[in-house]
């Protein structure tokens, strides 16, 4: 990489997000997003206007309360830009940033020197050079700058920043202050304070941000995780929402074609009708026209004989005429073909032809259980269903559409009662009447669980054994041939009707005879 590049890159890494700048006096908020401090005072300021008492930072969002102060100069500075504005500076020939260490004349820095740890003014830099002790030094001119140079830079030793200390490297550190210090700055300002070599304070303070840092990876691993599992299940609720717009496009697609042809069959019946209607007026109209042509025929038959006015011709034809007009005149007349009204009778349906359910129920993880294998007829099933979320769990929403439908052997469906518990159980009792394979079909919105249809196979009732009490004969608690029994429900009592013997008797439930109706 040429140390064009890495300008480049360093300037973007020094850029405000705010003016999109190289950062000026940056600032670091405790979200750790650093930004000019007047690009903050800003944002501030506007905050304030609008009678808000925080900002929110520009990367995170994270929210952090405005300063009395109206100012975030009091805020830490970041190191690490600070050292790269200053490295940025130098590229730039028109700012000269970086002053001569050597002297005091505060002249432009025109070179370095990476084993003094100095910059140096052209006059420094000369004598530099001269002098045999510092003449093998490696020392670099600014404006001819590598970027291997530039890396150096950015990691040479931090100085101290107090006035007439700027020559002194940090190299301890206050544990009672908390900061960084030259040696000067330590008999100064930090005499009987806690002083620490900064090496040994910075391993230990790294050991701590390491574990933090391991931390703070680790509980993005989990959020990772999260976004992963919410990718997933809003994934699973685009295709839930495509299938259910699908299914209902087909749906609708397949009433629509119902619709059609219900309305070609109609159209061939209306044919029919109307082909049938017209058939039949027109043959009253032929039989009408019939009938006056006849008429007619007679009426000029006549009337030309008595417009001649010849008596023999009147003599010859007078009883044929005679007789035609009383043939005609008494034929009976045909009725009048009234056609009878059509309507076509149709009941408009207001409610949907279905709904849209929205619900946390995920269809494909409910349950239902039923043992409904192996019963015998008249012996009661008690079905369960649970809806239960995409996660497992057993969840009830209001919404849930629950259905079950039992087809007996004969292929009819059973209607059932469904009693909701509100808590995500559906409870449904049935007791077949009939032997054979029966079919349990239970959906959950539309969808069947899986397992689903659940086959049965319900046989003979099943007895089994209570008690016996009696005998075989012709006396009194005897029996000579049982036609039927009947247990009272609220009493107890048994009541056996004995064919042989012509007679009912009544025991009680232990078998002690109690009445003999002979």
């Not at 304070?201 to 050991?207: C, F, P, V």
Request: aromatic content about 6%; hydrophobic content about 35%.
């Amino acid at each position: 990489m040429d140390v064009q590049q890495l300008f480049t890159i360093l300037k973007k890494e020094a850029e405000c997000p705010l003016c999109l700048e190289t950062v000026k006096n940056p600032k670091t908020l405790p979200c750790l997003h650093s930004f000019c401090l007047e690009c903050l005072d800003k944002l501030a300021n506007f905050a304030r206007k609008k009678l808000q008492t925080s900002i929110k930072c520009p990367v995170c969002q994270a929210s952090f309360p405005i300063p009395d102060s109206d100012t975030f100069a009091n805020f830490p500075s970041s190191f690490h830009l600070n050292r790269l504005v200053d490295v940025l500076a130098l590229e730039d020939g028109t700012v000269q940033v970086q002053k001569c260490n050597t002297c005091d004349e505060n002249n432009p820095a025109t070179s370095y020197c990476f084993v003094c740890q100095s910059f140096m003014c052209a006059s420094c830099f000369q004598s530099h050079q001269r002098f045999k002790v510092t003449r093998g030094h490696r020392t670099v001119l600014i404006d001819k700058l590598k970027a291997q140079d530039v890396q150096e830079l950015i990691l040479r030793p931090v100085m101290c920043s107090q006035p007439y200390h700027e020559d002194q490297p940090i190299e301890l550190y206050c544990e009672d202050c908390k900061v960084p210090l030259c040696l000067r700055c330590s008999v100064m300002r930090h005499n009987r304070h806690l002083l620490t070599d900064m090496q040994k304070a910075a391993q230990e303070q790294k050991m701590q941000m390491v574990e933090a840092v391991a931390k703070v990876r680790a509980e993005i691993l989990v959020y990772e995780n999260e976004i992963k599992k919410q990718t997933e299940f809003k994934n699973k609720n685009i295709t839930g929402i495509m299938d259910a717009e699908k299914k209902m496009t087909e749906s609708v697609e397949e009433l629509i074609s119902g619709l059609r042809e219900y309305e070609k069959q109609l159209k061939h019946k209306f044919r029919d009708i109307y082909e049938a209607e017209q058939k039949q007026h027109a043959t009253r109209l032929e039989n009408l026209e019939l009938i006056i042509t006849q008429l007619k025929a007679s009426v000029e038959r006549g009337q030309g004989i008595l417009e001649r006015n010849i008596g023999a011709e009147i003599l010859q034809t007078s009883h044929a005429i005679l007789g035609r007009s009383k043939e005609l005149l008494n034929a009976r007349k045909p009725d009048l073909y009234k056609s009878p009204n059509l309507y076509h009778l149709f009941e408009k349906n207001l409610h949907l032809l279905g709904q849209v359910v929205v619900t946390k129920t995920d269809s494909s993880m409910c349950l239902a259980e039923c043992n409904v294998s192996g019963s015998g007829r008249g012996e009661e099933w008690n079905i369960v269903i649970v809806t239960r979320d995409s996660e497992g769990f057993q969840c009830y929403q209001q919404e849930d559409q629950v259905k079950v439908d039992i087809l007996t052997p004969e292929g009819d469906h059973q209607e059932t009662v469904l009693k909701d518990s509100k808590d995500g159980k559906y409870t449904v009792t049935y007791t077949p009447q009939c032997v054979g394979e029966h079919r349990l079909e239970i959906q959950v919105n539309g969808q069947s669980l899986t397992g689903s249809p659940y086959v049965g196979q319900v046989g003979e009732h099943h007895y089994r054994f209570a008690s016996k009490f009696g005998s075989r004969g012709k006396g009194t608690g005897e029996f000579d041939g049982i036609y039927d029994i009947a247990v009272s429900d609220k009493t107890g009592t048994i009541a056996v009707a004995d064919v042989g013997n012509k007679r009912i008797q009544l025991f009680s439930s232990d078998g002690k005879l109690q009445r003999d109706n002979a």
